[in-house]
């Protein structure tokens, strides 16, 4: 493309306008200007002519901004100018070079910038060309300026870890990087050890740049050792402080610390660092607390299994549990203890692992520290006293701190067997026995309590039933109240062998069920299975009664059968919560512990328990199905979508044994689908609605596939109506996991096309009635099927299946899917793309979609489709997803891209010279791989919207 001397004039007039639209990028005012501005540049620099503009733009009279907009040039290509331009890359060397010793005539974070720029050009040239060039760029930096030199040889490795990390870096490139090192430590050794050692900028330049190379671990330990007494040294300087961390912090990673000598010296080295935290919390210097905090979690992350064996790792260990017991209040006053919680949950789960002699040795020596972190912990997970008057960031904040916490007590339990429970109890009989005790410490203590209750191993009779006759207590406030509550629930599996003390335990659990806090009921859950969080869900603090339902799933679980005599009681409070405003949370919750509790009955008997329990979610859910006039509709459509959330959550837990349902679990999901087919074509269901029905049946499909085979056909054709009729995105969902889980079966196949036509015909309609932008989610979604119909049938099906006009169904799906493309929005434009590369992926499958492809004039059709977007139509953001539907094309179908592709650039009318195509056109050519292709065309694109 550089050859073109058209393109280059072209380009060098362009100078002018290039600057004038960085200063009004980065200096001017106007905001349409400056997100027009952004846009051009962008197009300017993904072009590869741009690179004529960098000498000039790189003149020591431009602004800054314009000379790091030359380098930003240069990186862009850097990577790809060697390949595509071998003739010039000796060129952009030299200019490298030049431009590399004038570090005073640029600011710090555009020569910065040159640097990385330079390294990479340099990982590039070897081993064909400028081989020693690093040593030799480094040999003539020094004289001139030692910071300089650093920040050069900071850059230089930080882009052979990237080369490195992508698994890219050439046996060349990790020998010019072997090369390096002897200078670099020379260097190193230079700033921090030599005169300029008493300069504070020059010191913390070089330790910044020797963590980049410690983090390589390309340096061995042995070779830097002396330099390493020197960072500890230089933490007694306050200024320098957070660059010997970092030098710290890279070396616990380091491939080294695989030996035990030497992890065990990185371990005494880091436990000199005792005496300085201590000294940091008392002055309450939070950024050197975070960062020693911060150097023991690596440490013990990295190294936790080798850590445990060694002699010095109890004393690191309980180093470890002061970083976690900082003296303030989580969240308000501090959150750096929260960083040590992933990794004590790693290190107790180590300890579980152990082999059984290992394991036994290292209980006894951990026991006293782990007990201390159980201690500390408990402390931790205490509420502020102003809990109440928090905003919803703090309790979140909070309740996501003590999940993880208790995740830790957890473990902890489990290694240490009774011994958690025990002082557990002896620190709840010490609560309960002062009269000063504060709720929010008791409140904590019975936490870990029911945190730990149900994995510590055997159980020890005796602590169990001191912690029952705890359980009588008159709590002082709600807080002690649910976690009271929650410790009963826990006590389940024991409590099975205990039949006389369920009617005492269960009454607890139900009077805080129905101590209702009533809140907006909501269509959608935050917590899945277990009322487990949902990664994506903000934490809250449960009610009571939700605490009650919590516990009453976790009751019914652990005792089964044994709560059969009293299943009366709890459906008759179940529905006495449901009507005070119980939430969808807490009743689905119950429901999960109807069904965990009815497992051992009779497959029919437990259907009779299902149905007791849930008679008013499905006396509500029929009624909604007999709705035919949306103006007739006297129910609660929050509520609706709130009984199918709870029916389908029930569902999720059945266990199904044999290979034929019981009639009684066959009338239930029968009256389950035809609920579902009912409200998927009713007036009255909304997106939310559609959601929950969607949920609904994959709950269903979780639980066993053969609960929905008996109805696909009945399902499928009413999911499919109604996803025409109210565009509701999450139905064709539905269809696309019938199609995926049934699709191949020959029972099926007829139906779940014909579902598949009705859709199809519908988004049809959509487009030609001009309705289609007003549903992007439901057109993206319908591409999303498409491409599963091609993946589960292949063309020859679609083939012979016939659309309307009696052609092949599969001419009328390329044809639209092709239009597409020429959307504006770029949700369709990208769904569409990707069923693009589906189908010409599946048309190369059988003579017959072939022929069409090149008789037909579809595949023509689809390549002046697909670069009229790219060049012009298309939204950026859907330019790579479209450039990798030409590149397939021209993968799948090379003779007769080559033969259609240069007409189909003459009828775009580019502003690009012909010879600048004729280029393009042989580049297309040469390329064989899909990434390769790709990148080309969406180079292309930028150079034709450029």
């Known amino acids: 493309l550089l050859d073109c001397s058209c393109c280059c004039l072209v380009i060098r007039e362009m100078l002018d306008t290039v600057v004038e639209a960085v200063q009004c990028l980065y200096r001017g005012n106007d905001v349409s200007l400056k997100e027009e501005a952004e846009k051009y540049l962008k197009d300017v620099q993904a072009s590869e002519e741009s690179v004529l503009l960098v000498p000039d733009l790189f003149s020591s009279e431009m602004i800054p901004e314009v000379q790091f907009f030359a380098v930003s040039i240069l990186q862009t290509h850097a990577s790809s100018f060697k390949t595509n331009h071998p003739d010039q890359f000796a060129g952009m060397q030299e200019l490298l070079l030049q431009h590399i010793v004038r570090f005073k005539e640029m600011p710090v974070y555009v020569y910065r910038h040159l640097c990385s720029v330079l390294s990479i050009v340099i990982f590039k040239s070897v081993p064909d060309s400028w081989a020693g060039a690093f040593e030799g760029i480094l040999n003539e930096l020094l004289p001139l300026s030692l910071s300089a030199t650093l920040e050069f040889m900071k850059s230089f490795i930080e882009e052979g870890c990237k080369l490195i990390e992508h698994r890219t870096a050439s046996p060349a490139i990790m020998q010019e990087i072997s090369d390096a090192q002897p200078l670099v430590i020379s260097v190193l050794q230079q700033a921090l050890c030599g005169d300029d050692a008493s300069d504070e900028e020059t010191v913390i330049s070089a330790l910044q740049c020797f963590a980049c190379w410690i983090d390589s671990s390309l340096i061995p330990i042995a070779d830097i050792a002396e330099l390493l007494n020197e960072i500890i040294g230089f933490t007694a300087n306050d200024s320098i402080f957070p660059s010997a961390m970092e030098c710290l912090i890279a070396l616990v990673s380091h491939r080294d610390m695989e030996d035990a000598d030497m992890l065990s010296a990185m371990v005494d080295l880091v436990l000199q660092l005792k ?46 549990v002061g970083v976690t017991a900082h003296p303030m209040q ?159 629930g826990a006590l389940g599996t024991w409590l099975k062998h205990k039949e006389e003390l369920i009617p005492e335990m269960l009454n607890i659990i139900l009077r805080s069920l129905v101590t209702v806090t009533r809140r907006p009921r909501s269509a959608s859950l935050s917590r899945d299975i277990g009322g487990n969080w949902q990664s994506q869900s903000k934490r809250k603090r449960l009610t009571e009664a939700e605490a009650g339902a919590e516990a009453l799933r976790d009751l019914c679980e652990g005792c089964g059968v044994a709560l059969f005599p009293y299943f009366g009681v709890i459906v008759e409070q179940y529905r006495e919560a449901t009507i005070r405003g119980l939430s969808t949370e807490g009743r689905v919750l119950i429901a999960e512990g109807v069904v965990l509790m009815s497992r051992n009955a009779d497959s029919n008997d437990a259907v009779e328990m299902i149905k007791q329990a849930l008679s008013d979610e499905c006396e509500y859910i029929q009624q909604a199905c007999d709705i035919t006039n949306v103006d007739d509709a006297n129910l609660d459509i929050v509520e609706l979508g709130s009984h199918l959330r709870v029916l389908g959550h029930a569902l999720r837990f059945i266990k199904f044994k044999g290979e034929e349902m019981s009639e009684g679990l066959f009338q239930l999901m029968q009256f389950v689908m035809t609920s579902c087919a009912a409200l998927a074509e009713s007036p009255i269901v909304d997106d939310m609605m559609s959601q929950a029905i969607c949920d609904l049946i994959m709950n269903c499909l979780r639980a066993s596939t053969s609960f929905i085979e008996p109805f696909v056909e009945d399902l499928a054709g009413s999911i499919s109506r109604g996803f025409v009729t109210r565009a509701h995105a999450s139905l064709v969902n539905i269809i696309r996991s019938l199609v995926l889980i049934f699709g191949k079966m020959e029972s099926h196949q007829l139906s779940l096309l014909q579902a598949f036509h009705t859709v199809h015909i519908g988004v049809i309609e959509w487009f030609e009635g001009g309705h289609h932008l007003e549903v992007p989610d439901a057109i993206g979604e319908y591409f999303n099927l498409v491409c599963q119909i091609l993946r589960v049938y292949g063309s020859e099906v679609l083939m012979q299946t016939k659309h309307t006009d009696d052609k092949p169904l599969l001419m009328s799906i390329s044809k639209w899917t092709f239009s ?37 004039g579809v595949g023509a059709l689809c390549l002046e489709t697909c670069i009229q977007a790219l ?29 259609l592709i240069p007409d189909v650039l003459t009828k775009q009318n580019l502003n690009i010279s012909s010879s600048v195509l004729r ?28």
């Open 330 to 488: 989580f969240a308000l006053e501090e959150t750096q203890s929260e960083l040590t919680l992933k990794v004590w949950y790693n290190v107790l789960k180590s300890f579980v692992e152990l082999e059984k002699d290992v394991r036994h040795k290292a209980r006894a020596l951990y026991l006293p520290i782990l007990m201390d972190l159980l201690l500390t912990l408990h402390k931790k997970m205490q509420y502020p006293s102003s809990i109440d008057s928090l905003g919803s960031d703090y309790e979140e904040q909070i309740e996501k701190y003590r999940e993880d916490a208790g995740n830790v007590v957890m473990f902890i339990a489990c290694y240490t067997s009774s011994s958690c429970l025990q002082k557990l109890l002896s620190v709840l009989d010490e609560n309960l026995s002062s009269t000063g005790t504060p709720w929010m410490e008791l409140e904590a203590t019975l936490t870990c309590i029911y945190r730990s209750v149900g994995f510590a191993g055997k159980y020890d009779e005796e602590t169990m039933a001191s912690i029952v006759s705890h359980m009588q207590i008159e709590p002082p406030n709600k807080f002690v109240s649910i976690a009271c509550v929650q410790v009963v």
């Open 919 to 946: 280029e393009f056109v042989s580049s297309c050519q040469n390329k064989t791989s899909i990434g390769e292709l790709t990148q080309l065309f969406t180079s292309f694109a930028s150079l034709s919207r450029s």
């Open 820 to 856: 597409a493309v020429l959307l504006p929005e770029p949700i369709i434009l990208r769904h569409a793309s990707t069923a693009i590369v589906e189908l010409l992926k599946a048309m190369s499958q059988s003579e017959e979609s072939i022929s069409i492809i090149y008789q037909g």
């Open 275 to 320: 005496a300085p935290y201590t000294h940091a919390l008392e002055e309450q210097d939070d950024d050197k607390t975070e960062w020693i905090c911060k150097l023991i979690t690596e440490l013990v992350d990295y190294n936790t299994e080798a850590i445990i064996t060694l002699e010095s790792g109890p004393d690191l260990m309980q180093m470890f």
């Open 871 to 899: 060049c012009s139509e298309a939204p950026l953001i859907a330019v790579p997803e479209i450039a990798k539907s030409i590149a397939t094309f021209r993968l799948v179908y090379p003779d007769l891209f080559m033969k």
